[in-house]
């Protein structure tokens, strides 16, 4: 298994940007699917973003097209979250997810490893 460790997340203004930042550790992490979740209060963990282990495929949930960039840098074993024009409806806890059967079987949640969670706020 890889383990992940998120970071970056933070209160940010209507409109603003925040980077989100997942280090992998453990297992050969060029092997894995990356992606993000994120689980607002009261409400059931959902899918964000996908992008494969060679960086040329990307997935994106509906809400977040145009708005947010997923990426990695294997040589860093790190997977990045760019969030832009942030709105309240962001607000959650995003969690970094590796997964083994490829990037569109991860936009199923079928999730090897999972990370701790970092929060975002967004005020209005």
């Known amino acids: 298994q890889v383990q992940l460790v998120e970071s970056g997340g933070g209160l940010v203004q209507a409109g603003g940007s925040l980077r989100l930042s997942c280090a992998a550790s453990?297992?050969?992490?060029?092997?894995?699917?990356m992606g993000w979740f994120r689980q607002a209060p009261g409400k059931e963990r959902e899918f964000v973003a996908a992008?494969?282990?060679?960086?040329?495929?990307?997935y994106y949930t509906d809400s977040v097209k145009g708005r947010f960039t997923i990426s990695r840098d294997n040589a860093k074993n790190t997977v990045y979250l760019q969030m832009n024009n942030l709105k309240p409806e962001d607000t959650a806890v995003y969690y970094c997810?590796?997964?083994?059967?490829?990037?569109?079987?991860?936009?199923?949640?079928?999730?090897?490893?999972w990370g701790q969670g970092t929060q975002v706020t967004v005020s209005s």
């Open positions: 997810a590796a997964g083994n059967l490829g990037s569109r079987a991860l936009t199923q949640g079928r999730v090897a490893s």
């Open positions: 453990g297992r050969t992490f060029s092997g894995y699917a």
């Open positions: 992008i494969s282990w060679s960086g040329g495929t990307t």
